[in-house]
C-alpha cells in the first residue's frame, strides 16, 4: 500500500496545527508517529484518513486521491464502543468479508475476549473496550490500518498481544500500519519506521536504529530525553 | 370547599359509572394525541435526524428556529390551521374544519417542532463518535446513520414523549379549529374548559383525573422504557 501525503496541513486561528509536506511512507510497513502532546500525531492521521475534514488533504494511497474506504480502517483515539455485545461489535468490522465468524472467534481468542464476547460494551473497563475496538479495526485485515494510540489503556500483557499481532499482519498479510503512540520504546520495538512530530511537522524520521544511534534535530532530541528520564 | 368536595364525588361517580360522554371523550381525546404524536414523529424524526447528521450552512439558523418554534403558541398554529381549512382558504374544498383531521393538523404543527429538535439534541451528542467510528471503519452512509439511530433510541424516545405530553395538554388550536362539537370533536382539554365555563365542576375534575391519568399512564411507559436502558447501564458499570 503506497501512502504519498503531497501535503496535510491544518491551521486553528493562525496556529499551525499540522503542517507535513512530501512524504512517503513505505510500503508494507510498520510506521510508529510519536511525539509530545499537541504535536499534531492525531491530526495527521485524520487528515490522512479524511476523518478530518477541515485539513487540506492532499494524500495519494496507492495512487488514489480519494478516500479508499474499502481498503483503510483507522482507530480514533477516542474509541467508541457501539451499544451492541463485544461480538457484535467486532462483527462491524468485518462487514460483507469471507469468513467472518472465524475471524471474530480468532481475535476474541487472542485478545482473551472470549469470556465477554456476550456482554455489552458498556459493561467493559477502559482497557478492555480498546481491545474491543483494536480488534474490530483489524479484523477486516485492510491493506492500510491506522491506530492512533491503540494499547493506551492497555495492561502490559493485552499490549503485547495486540503489539504481536500488529506484527503478524504485517508480515503475513502486507499491512501497512500508521499508529501514533506516547511510548517510544513501543515504537522502537515494532517499528520499521519511526516519525517524530513536534509542533505539526515532523522534526525526525527514520529507522529505529536510526532514531537510537544518531544525533537528531534537537525537538526530537528533547523529546526522547524527557522521556528517558521520566522512565529512568 | 364543599364545591371541591362535591365536584371529587360527582368526578368519582362519573367514572365508575361509565359515562357515555365521558367515553366518547376519551377515545377522541386518544385518537386526536396518539395520531398526531405519530404523524408528528414519522416528520419530526427524520428531519432531526437529518440536521443533526448533516452539516451544512444554514443548520445553525434552522435548529434555532426549530427551538423556536418549540414554544410556538397553540393559538397561532390553530389560527394558521383555521386560515388553511376555512371555506375561502386554500384548502377550503376539502371541508375540513371541525373536525378530527384538523384537530390532528394542528397538533402536527405544534408537535413536529418539539419532536425534531429534540431529536437534533439526542443526534448531536453522539453523532461526531459514531460518524467518525464508522468512517474508520468504511461503513456506508445508511449503515451509519442506522447505527447512529440506535445508539440515540433514548434520547428519541424523550422527545416522542416530550411531543405527547405536549399534544394531550393542548387545547387552543384543537379549541380553534375543532369547535368544541359535542361527540364530534370534543376532547379532554376543551370539555374541561367547557365545562368549568358552565359551572359544572363535577364534570370538570373527572375529565381532568382522566386526562392526568392518561398523560400519567402513557409518559410512565416511556420512562420505564427509558429507564430500563440506564438502570441497566447502571447495574453493570458499578
Same mark, same amino acid.
Given at each position: 500500500? $503506497? &501512502? &504519498? *501525503?503531497?501535503? =496535510?496541513?491544518?491551521? @486553528? *486561528?493562525?496556529?499551525? @496545527?499540522?503542517? &507535513?509536506?512530501?512524504? +512517503? %511512507? #513505505?510500503? $508494507? =510497513?510498520? &510506521?510508529? @508517529?510519536?511525539? #509530545? $502532546? /499537541? =504535536? /499534531?500525531?492525531?491530526? %495527521?492521521? !485524520? +487528515? @490522512?484518513?479524511?476523518?478530518?475534514?477541515?485539513?487540506? !488533504?492532499? *494524500?495519494?494511497?496507492?495512487? !488514489?486521491?480519494?478516500? #479508499? +474506504?474499502?481498503?483503510?480502517?483507522?482507530?480514533?483515539q477516542q474509541t467508541y464502543l457501539f451499544d451492541l455485545s463485544v461480538e457484535e461489535n467486532l462483527r462491524l468490522g468485518g462487514k460483507g468479508i469471507e469468513s467472518l465468524d472465524e475471524k471474530v472467534e480468532e481475535l476474541l481468542v487472542k485478545l482473551d475476549l472470549l469470556t465477554l464476547r456476550k456482554e455489552k460494551c458498556r459493561n467493559l473497563s477502559g482497557g478492555e473496550a480498546q481491545k474491543v475496538a483494536f480488534a474490530r479495526t483489524i479484523l477486516s485485515e485492510k491493506p492500510l490500518i491506522l491506530l492512533d494510540e491503540p494499547t493506551s489503556a492497555m495492561d502490559v500483557k493485552a499490549t503485547k498481544r495486540c503489539e504481536e499481532l500488529i506484527v503478524e499482519l504485517n508480515r503475513k498479510c502486507g499491512i501497512t500500519f500508521l499508529m501514533t503512540t506516547h511510548n517510544p520504546s513501543q515504537a522502537l520495538r515494532i517499528g520499521h519506521q519511526i516519525l517524530i512530530m513536534d509542533q505539526g511537522k515532523i522534526v525526525e524520521a527514520g529507522t529505529p536504529e536510526h532514531i537510537q544511534n544518531e544525533t537528531l534535530d534537537p525537538a526530537a532530541q528533547s523529546y526522547l530525553e524527557n522521556w528517558r528520564v521520566a522512565h529512568a | 370547599m364543599t364545591g371541591l368536595r362535591e365536584g371529587m364525588a360527582e368526578a368519582i361517580r362519573l367514572i365508575l359509572g361509565f359515562d357515555p360522554e365521558i367515553l366518547k371523550i376519551i377515545g377522541l381525546t386518544l385518537l386526536v394525541t396518539l395520531s398526531s404524536t405519530f404523524f408528528a414523529s414519522i416528520l419530526g424524526i427524520p428531519l432531526g435526524s437529518w440536521i443533526g447528521f448533516t452539516s451544512f450552512r444554514a443548520k445553525r439558523p434552522i435548529v434555532r428556529s426549530l427551538n423556536a418554534l418549540m414554544g410556538l403558541p397553540p393559538v397561532v398554529a390553530g389560527l394558521v390551521v383555521y386560515l388553511l381549512l376555512t371555506r375561502k382558504g386554500p384548502l377550503g374544498t376539502y371541508g375540513l374544519l371541525f373536525t378530527v383531521p384538523a384537530m390532528i393538523l394542528a397538533q402536527i404543527l405544534i408537535v413536529t417542532p418539539i419532536v425534531a429538535s429534540l431529536t437534533i439534541s439526542g443526534i448531536h451528542m453522539k453523532v461526531k463518535a459514531v460518524k467518525e467510528t464508522c468512517m474508520g471503519l468504511g461503513l456506508s452512509k445508511f449503515h451509519t446513520i442506522q447505527l447512529l439511530l440506535y445508539e440515540c433510541r433514548y434520547p428519541i424516545l424523550s422527545a416522542i414523549a416530550a411531543g405527547f405530553g405536549r399534544a394531550i395538554a393542548e387545547v387552543g388550536a384543537i379549541m380553534m379549529v375543532g369547535g368544541n362539537i359535542q361527540y364530534k370533536t370534543r376532547v379532554l382539554t376543551t370539555a374541561i374548559v367547557l365545562e368549568t365555563g358552565k359551572g359544572n365542576y363535577g364534570k370538570a375534575l373527572a375529565l381532568g383525573i382522566v386526562l392526568l391519568l392518561i398523560a400519567f399512564i402513557v409518559n410512565w411507559g416511556i420512562g420505564l422504557l427509558q429507564e430500563r436502558g440506564n438502570h441497566e447501564r447502571r447495574r453493570t458499570s458499578s
Open positions: 500500500m $503506497n &501512502v &504519498v *501525503v503531497h501535503q =496535510a496541513k491544518k491551521t @486553528i *486561528v493562525s496556529k499551525t @496545527i499540522l503542517d &507535513v509536506e512530501n512524504l +512517503t %511512507f #513505505p510500503s $508494507n =510497513a510498520i &510506521v510508529m @508517529i510519536i511525539g #509530545p $502532546n /499537541g =504535536a /499534531g500525531k492525531s491530526t %495527521f492521521l !485524520r +487528515t @490522512i484518513s479524511g476523518i478530518d475534514k477541515d485539513s487540506i !488533504r492532499n *494524500v495519494d494511497i496507492n495512487q !488514489r486521491k480519494d478516500i #479508499p +474506504t474499502d481498503s483503510l480502517n483507522h482507530m480514533v | -
